[in-house]
């Protein structure tokens, strides 16, 4: 029994000199990396994230990938549609005349099916010849046609109907239930009406953006940008294609929060404490609240005289969770494409630990000895 007491001693000893050190974890301390940074050649700046800071980190520069698209605002168009070339007519003429050119004694109507309006905006007539009706609603159109149509036949009256081509349709290409080629109403068709027609947007993407081809220009906005302000449902032209995708910025989560992965932006602007709550939270055994850090890095031209900026292109933010002002900065602090956000462990965590093993030891000696 007295060798067990003398082992059990010589454990102990072990066990409480490891609290100086650090046990193996699955988290930093948050210490381990402050310690660094006062370093002579320490490799990063540390800023402690408050309320009085915010306003300078405003100011830095922008890390990450991010996109600077422009957007079309809207604006009231025709409430019709306008011929455009590709479009297809169906012409039907009545004549009642006994000796008419286009129809015979018994058939007092002929159809001309499947008119196409060519390149240069013109469609062709018998007797009469090519007419052009580019840019011409489908009324303006069957009162040209008749005016030249009544040079040979006084007495025919034409109906006219339209067939929008490509140049009056627009692609619909992901991101909704329906994509495919959608014909547009009338000139007042916009963004969000098409999306509507495409059956709405896939539920399963994060925060959903908007891409708008238009020649050879890209135009981008977020859905709920565009949700927010109906002044951004711009209308669409015959041609354009338009894209909803996930958004692809997304930040990285490591330590002692609830998942260590990547996670895709789920709003357009992240602050630190979303980033906590879409990682799953803080480990209620293991994380230290006053150790929430943020590691991002600055391109070298963040550093450069002259620009404000950090002073360290490599830069580490530290946010204290226990206080009102880090709690609401952390509210305030806006998360950057491609930041690691790392919940940092408690040192309490190993003082535990040893303690844990050290009555784990007791209680098999003392069964030993009871036996």
């Not at 939270?281 to 994380?287: E, I, L, N």
Request: proline share 5%; charged share 20%; glycine share 10%.
């Amino acid at each position: 029994m007295r060798s067990f007491i003398s082992l059990l001693a010589a454990v102990s000893l072990v066990l409480l000199s490891a609290t100086c050190g650090r046990l193996p974890s699955g988290a930093p301390v948050s210490e381990e990396i402050l310690a660094q940074s006062s370093e002579p050649d320490a490799d990063f700046a540390l800023y402690q994230v408050s309320r009085a800071f915010l306003p300078t980190v405003g100011q830095w520069p922008e890390t990450g990938q991010k996109e600077h698209l422009g957007w079309i605002r809207a604006s009231q168009g025709a409430k019709t549609q306008i011929i455009q070339s590709g479009d297809t007519l169906t012409l039907r003429i009545w004549d009642s005349s006994d000796n008419s050119l286009l129809t015979s004694h018994e058939q007092k109507m002929v159809q001309l099916q499947d008119v196409r309006v060519a390149s240069n905006g013109s469609v062709f007539m018998p007797y009469v010849g090519k007419v052009n009706v580019l840019g011409l609603t489908p009324d303006l159109a069957r009162e040209k046609l008749q005016e030249e149509l009544e040079t040979i036949v006084p007495s025919a009256q034409l109906q006219l109907d339209m067939a929008e081509g490509r140049g009056n349709s627009v692609d619909l290409v992901s991101g909704v239930a329906r994509p495919g080629t959608y014909p547009m109403p009338d000139r007042n068709y916009t963004v969000m009406g098409l999306i509507s027609a495409g059956g709405g947007i896939s539920s399963n993407l994060n925060n959903p953006q908007i891409r708008l081809v238009r020649g050879s220009n890209i135009y981008g906005t977020s859905v709920q940008n565009l949700l927010n302000n109906p002044r951004l449902d711009t209308l669409l032209r015959g041609g354009d294609r338009v894209f909803v995708e996930e958004d692809e910025r997304y930040f990285l989560s490591f330590g002692a929060t609830g998942t260590e992965d990547l996670h895709i932006f789920t709003k357009d602007e992240m602050s630190a404490m979303d980033a906590i709550s879409v990682s799953g939270g803080f480990q209620d055994s293991k994380a230290d609240p006053e150790g929430l850090l943020v590691l991002r890095e600055y391109p070298d031209t963040a550093v450069a005289p002259g620009q404000r900026g950090p002073r360290h292109n490599r830069v580490v933010f530290t946010l204290d969770l226990t206080t009102a002002d880090g709690l609401f900065s952390a509210r305030k602090f806006e998360i950057n494409p491609g930041d690691l956000v790392i919940a940092t462990e408690s040192p309490v965590n190993d003082a535990l630990t040893v303690s844990n093993l050290i009555g784990n030891f007791f209680g098999v000696f003392s069964r030993a000895g009871v036996l």
